[in-house]
């Protein structure tokens, strides 16, 4: 059996952003432990010459790379797909963005498994020549792909309309389980546990971020509202959302301390997700594991990770009262918690994930 991996797609290991990286380095370190050899492209920000280490036993390629955004991410990924077409083994590329690039793997006879991520090209955020890219890879993806990997049961359903379902395999995302994190990284912010709701997503209309603090905004209560991630009054969404926000919302900033957002996540007492598109989101599985009670935009996606007994809004209006009505309902608060942390027992651990996902390769 070939036993050599390469995993490209991600900025790389140790994991600090994405999902994706969270994935890789999971992956990467099982594969090591059961015998693998696994090499993993790694981003790395600024000027220099590729270079190649260790790490837990994970065989690196640092690629420096100047450019930053989705430019950067296209040099980033075919520099990494001009070294690994050279080397043995086969390839899991996590994302479809830049499929294209495969072409030179099926010339080359070389195995690609490609996790096809979500619907990028249906995200409001592109603008028309971006969607265009996007949905040309999706096409070309699910075409030079050997194997595909959708993360949600609805992304696997998209897929079938291009190939056949035999080729795709639903492996889902998971997440650590959170067991009472320290209370001490809410000091900074001054926050007491079971205090405030918590809203982690990117700054983008699609997540529903407006929607969800014009909402909280109503309340008028005690209870804070945080609100993690970058935003700057020189985008005219974020600005949006930051004058529609009340007093008592808070605006940390992004934070990417894996210790300090897991302690947010874990003693807020709601958990509120508003993606709209996508498959499995890893924050929303995170917070399962948290055990975190959710609210969440109501669709296919969301519904199928959360389960049915958390709580869904489609807009500001039911958003406002379910948050309302969940002020000061610690019974069904608790029941939703209990129901996210049996939810990701049931779907999300990281042991039978990984286990397909060797078992694919």
Known sequence: MNREVHILGSRGVPAAHSGFEYLAEHLALYLVARGWKVTVYCQIPGAGDIYEDEW???????????????????????????ISVKRPGT??????NTAIFGLLYRLRGIRNV???????WRRGKWGPAARAWFYLNDWLGCWLGNRLVADHPEIKRHLVTRVGADKIAMI???????QQPDTH????????????????ARPVPENSILEIVTAFSRLQTDTRLVVLGDYARENSYQCRVLDAAGPNVL???????????????????????????????????????????????????NRWVAGEDALYFRGSDDCETIMRQLLHDDVQIEKMSRASAARHRE???????????????
């Open 347 to 361: 779907r999300f651990q990281w042991p039978e994930i990984l286990q397909q996902y060797e078992s694919l390769l």
């Open 185 to 200: 990284p809410l000091e900074r912010f001054k926050l007491t546990p079971g205090s405030y709701y918590i809203l982690i």
């Open 251 to 301: 605006f940390p900033g992004a934070i990417f301390d894996t210790t300090t957002v897991g302690a947010l996540r874990y003693h807020a007492r709601l958990y509120i997700h508003g993606h709209t598109v996508g498959g499995t989101n890893p924050s929303l599985v995170e917070a399962l594991a948290a055990g975190s009670a959710v609210l969440a935009h109501d669709n296919r996606f």
């Open 114 to 120: 490609i996790n096809m991520d979500g619907i990028e």
């Open 172 to 178: 889902p995302y998971g997440a650590d389980a959170l």
């Open 91 to 96: 390839m899991l590329t996590l994302g479809y």
């Open 56 to 82: 837990r036993g994970v065989h690196r390629v640092n690629i420096p790379i100047t450019h930053a955004g989705a430019l950067g991410t296209i040099f980033f990924d075919w520099k990494a797909t001009l």
